[in-house]
């Protein structure tokens, strides 16, 4: 099986398209994905950092098909994660994640991106760093080898992932249909621990009364920053952001050992290769720090990358979200788009579509309802309404929202229905009533 880049695709990344087969410039076999945690986009010179910390990553988002508007479907790993794997939202399952461990429940069985590509004869691989990947709660029948090594260390996960494919082949010395691996790296996670190296300017910030290097210490810091003096709240504000930078340049060092090792093999030579990021982290916009909080840019924001290495780079400007992410790659591949699948290959939504967020998270359930340039956020048990232009207003500072606009009115219809769907899957919660 040798897949072409279909027309549809093409459009995005090259001047012209034909649908004749021999203008197809390249062929793709293989497919590695390389899904981030915890990682903010916009530490990415692509959108907006001048400070130089990740020279890996703006160089591959600048040679490959970017989405430059991507949002994830939740400010947490489970939810982002399914949504990426499905092509569909969580609640199209009649399932919804919930991180209160009271409340959790498993995924259900269901149909992937693995399970697809499996049963078009690709072997199919994830190593992860992050339990909620793992068989305990992500189980995902489609993947030929799962595997959870207990270790955060991206080199590691890589090494073993080579050691397993290696035994794939033993066992198939031609694996003609190809191999999709999958690899989740969460370096950027909390507690924030990078090599010593990474943490110039630690030693001149002061002394805490926290060890940031544990994850109870971490907690307490970032948990208790609401209650403390402003001094006091600012220098330990410092101290995890000076970690977090470490975190986020340290793991751009270990994506581009990554990826020169991949090179040196020849594992790039027919591989597409696409990066994904499953949410952001929170640095006290709305105060609080870390992730799973709220449906704003800086927990949601994502990135997604498609790398080829014969693709014409190309930015794509319209709104998409991670269930995008399969049905592009499954068009890539020239393989059929199943009917569940939601969302559109890359370049194929119409404007207006409705793109909807939710998370079962630190504060209870919240949804957002994005349609175009607005963007709706509904805090379920409060009730409580915003609505931000985020063309305009990227940071959705200025909360626009007007009971009387009709266009607002559209995205509370949209909210209010999905709300709705969402109520009998959260009944531990009680909805509040609308503040309209």
Known sequence: ???KLPCLLMALVLPACTPKPEKTPFEARNLLIISVDTYRRDYLARYGSD????PFMDELAARSLALDRHSSCSDWTLPGVLCAAN???TLDLGYVAKLPSTYRELVPERPSLASWMRDQGFYTQLITSNGWLDGDWHHDSGWSYVEHPRSDGARTLWDYSLTKLEEAKLSDETMEDGWFIQLHLKEAHSPYTPPDA???GLAALGEIDYDLTTSIGH???????????????ELVMDHLELRYDGEMAYEDDLIAEIWADANSRGLLENTLVVVWTDHGEQQYEREHW????????????ALALFWHRDIQPRSWIEPTSHIDIAPTILQWFDLPIPSEVTGYPAGEAPFDRPIYQDTVGRVGPLIRVNRGDLSMHYDYQAGSLEVYDTAADPSQSTDLYDPFDPDHTS?????????DELEPLVQEYQRGEAAR
């Open 87 to 89: 092509g569909r939202d």
């Open 411 to 419: 995205l509370w219809e949209l909210t209010d229905a999905y709300a």
């Open 198 to 200: 990474y943490l110039d």
């Open 290 to 301: 870390g992730h799973a909080y709220e449906l704003y840019q800086e927990e949601v924001g």
């Open 1 to 3: 099986m040798r897949p």
């Open 219 to 233: 907690d307490d810091a970032r948990f208790g920053l609401q209650g403390m003096e402003p001094e006091e709240r």
């Open 51 to 54: 400070r130089g910390l990740t």
